[in-house]
């Protein structure tokens, strides 16, 4: 059965940071783009960062870029997103999630949900606040 369990989440102030896992079961993240996503109530689902699995590019969002950096270790079959300089405005539910490649598909196209299905893990939350 496929799973995707996310943890790491928590309160924490501004400026600090976080990491968070995403562990994989049922499948193998070599084989998958994988990928960071988060919400916040009343918005819709924002791409965060993806990594590939066909090759070493990655995306990130405008605004998280140079502060939160996705990784990954396929022998453990897990992902990572590291977190810095944490600001309220990052305060949301982040959610895994995995995707088959796909001739159509890249790690933009995952992270701005423009094509294709996904397979979601439920999230855990991240509160910044002092």
């Known amino acids: 059965q496929l799973q995707l369990v996310e943890s790491g989440g928590g309160l924490v102030q501004p400026g600090g940071s976080l990491r968070l896992s995403c562990v994989a079961s049922g499948f193998k993240t070599q084989y998958r783009n994988i990928g960071w996503f988060r919400q916040v109530p009343g918005k819709e689902r924002e791409g965060v960062s993806c990594?590939?699995?066909?090759?070493?590019?990655?995306y990130y969002a405008d605004s998280v870029k140079g502060r939160f950096t996705i990784s990954r270790d396929d022998a453990k079959n897990t992902v990572y997103l590291q977190m810095n300089n944490l600001s309220p405005e990052d305060t949301a539910v982040y959610y895994c999630?995995?995707?088959?490649?796909?001739?159509?598909?890249?790690?933009?196209?995952?992270?701005?949900?423009?094509?294709?299905?996904?397979?979601w893990g439920r999230g855990t939350q991240v509160t910044v606040s002092s």
């Open positions: 999630a995995a995707q088959f490649p796909h001739p159509l598909t890249n790690v933009n196209t995952m992270c701005l949900m423009k094509f294709g299905d996904y397979d």
């Open positions: 990594s590939s699995s066909t090759d070493d590019s990655t």
